[in-house]
């Protein structure tokens, strides 16, 4: 089989989730995945330049540091790309869904350095990338259930991207980083 074409792909609404659609239909680009590499570009570096009284900054009480944004987008990228993976290869049994704010409180991300966070971000979009890149057609369509809901996975890459743009958007209203992560 001939690995699929991500050019002009959007999944259809049967293939994900109602609560999933605000981040497809963020994702603007005719090909996801270089969408995905430009994101992840423009993220890496935004995490460079950051000084830490920055990462560490939150807007309000009570909601994620700079830093917690960042570990949030990893741990989720992270969790749909295994899901991506899982169904992929046929997984049947349903895969679990997770408590963000747990994720976030357990895992210390204000004691990581910027470089340690980067770090781990681009690893970890670089590998995704090439993962997706390794699909076919019949494997990007398959579907299987996450969290209760079906998905597919190519709904998942979309989730993946729409969701970066998202924290991106909040990252630019909320904490103030508009210049940093101005869309391409």
Same mark, same amino acid.
């Given at each position: @089989? $001939?690995?699929?074409?991500?050019?002009?792909?959007? =999944?259809?609404?049967?293939?994900?989730?109602?609560?999933?659609? /605000?981040?497809?239909?963020?994702?603007?680009?005719?090909?996801?995945?270089? $969408?995905?590499?430009?994101?992840?570009? +423009?993220?890496?570096?935004?995490?460079?330049?950051?000084? =830490?009284?920055?990462?560490?900054?939150?807007?309000?009480?009570? +909601?994620?540091?700079?830093?917690?944004?960042?570990?949030? #987008?990893?741990?989720?990228?992270?969790? @749909?790309?295994?899901? $991506?993976?899982?169904?992929?290869? %046929?997984?049947?049994?349903?895969?679990?869904?997770?408590?963000?704010?747990?994720?976030?409180? !357990?895992?210390?991300?204000?004691?990581?350095?910027?470089?340690?966070?980067?770090?781990?971000?681009?690893?970890?979009? !670089?590998?995704?990338?090439? *993962?997706?890149?390794?699909?076919?057609?019949?494997?990007? *369509?398959?579907?299987?259930?996450?969290?209760?809901?079906?998905?597919?996975?190519?709904? *998942?890459?979309?989730?993946?991207?729409?969701?970066?743009?998202?924290?991106? !958007?909040? #990252?630019?209203? /909320?904490? %103030?980083?508009?210049? $940093?992560?101005?869309?391409?």
């Amino acid at each position: @089989m $001939a690995l699929f074409t991500w050019e002009e792909n959007t =999944p259809a609404p049967n293939e994900y989730g109602e609560f999933y659609q /605000r981040y497809i239909e963020r994702v603007t680009e005719s090909n996801v995945l270089q $969408a995905l590499i430009n994101q992840g570009q +423009k993220t890496y570096a935004f995490i460079q330049q950051l000084a =830490p009284e920055e990462a560490g900054y939150c807007y309000e009480e009570g +909601k994620w540091s700079v830093k917690e944004v960042i570990g949030h #987008l990893i741990d989720t990228e992270r969790i @749909m790309a295994y899901r $991506a993976l899982s169904i992929s290869r %046929g997984e049947e049994q349903s895969l679990p869904g997770y408590d963000q704010d747990e994720y976030v409180k !357990n895992a210390n991300f204000d004691s990581r350095s910027i470089q340690s966070l980067s770090t781990e971000y681009d690893a970890l979009r !670089n590998a995704n990338i090439s *993962l997706f890149n390794s699909f076919d057609k019949e494997q990007t *369509l398959r579907k299987g259930t996450a969290n209760g809901v079906t998905v597919s996975v190519r709904a *998942l890459v979309y989730i993946i991207a729409g969701h970066e743009q998202h924290h991106h !958007n909040i #990252l630019k209203e /909320r904490y %103030g980083f508009g210049s $940093a992560l101005e869309e391409s």
